[in-house]
């Protein structure tokens, strides 16, 4: 027989069937995890229940909103669809490009999740940090030298005071420090 169209296929009529004891609500595990409610049916002592006003699912799990009543084999879930393949993309196999432009965010990062060996040179400039975002905190010891700086982009109203100290600087022919106190200004590579 010719077909247009994608080739039909023969699924198999499953029905998972329970026990209801009078107080579980919960029930599962299912033969396979419905693609949602539209692809079962579910009854309780031959009685239709309504998806998302009777009952809801959560992957193989069915949760009834009222204890079904005891009976056995009195809950009966059909299936009408061939149920859901979760995909799991490979280790590496996602990139950049197949990310929406803003789905990745802080707060969808853990701690210590991206280092600097994660990261292009150049692809993070100043006007993508929101401001106050880096403290001296978040920095570890010696990340942040002198040759990292581009010249200009650290002036007197950028430092606040009581910040920098004698004991933030070592003693080397490339670090000059001008008054003290800081009022003046702090010179690199001089």
């Known amino acids: 027989m010719s077909y247009i169209g994608n080739q039909v296929t023969s ?18 595990v299912l033969t396979r ?6 692809a079962v049916v579910v009854f309780v002592n031959g009685s239709y229940k309504i998806p998302g006003i009777d009952y809801t699912l959560s ?30 993309p490979s280790d590496g196999s996602v990139t950049g490009n197949k990310l929406a432009a803003t789905s990745v965010s802080g707060n969808n990062l853990t701690q210590n999740s991206i280092r ?9 400039t100043g006007n993508l940090i929101a401001a106050e975002t880096i403290t001296g905190d978040d920095l570890a010891p010696n990340s942040v030298r002198g040759n990292n700086i581009v010249a200009g982009t650290i002036t007197g109203n950028l430092i606040a005071d009581g910040t920098i100290s004698d004991s933030n600087f070592s003693a080397s022919a490339n670090t000059k420090i001008l008054s003290s106190g800081f009022v003046g200004s702090i010179i690199f590579g001089a």
Do not use: K, M
């Open 11 to 28: 699924v198999p009529h499953i029905v998972d069937l329970f026990n209801g004891d009078g107080s579980s609500t919960i029930f599962g």
């Open 33 to 38: 995890a419905p693609a949602g409610t539209a």
């Open 59 to 88: 992957g193989d799990i069915i949760t009834f909103t009222t204890a079904p009543s005891v009976g056995t084999n009195n809950i009966a879930v059909h299936h009408i669809g061939n149920g859901t393949t979760t995909q799991v």
């Open 116 to 124: 600097g060996n994660n990261i292009v040179a150049g692809t993070i």
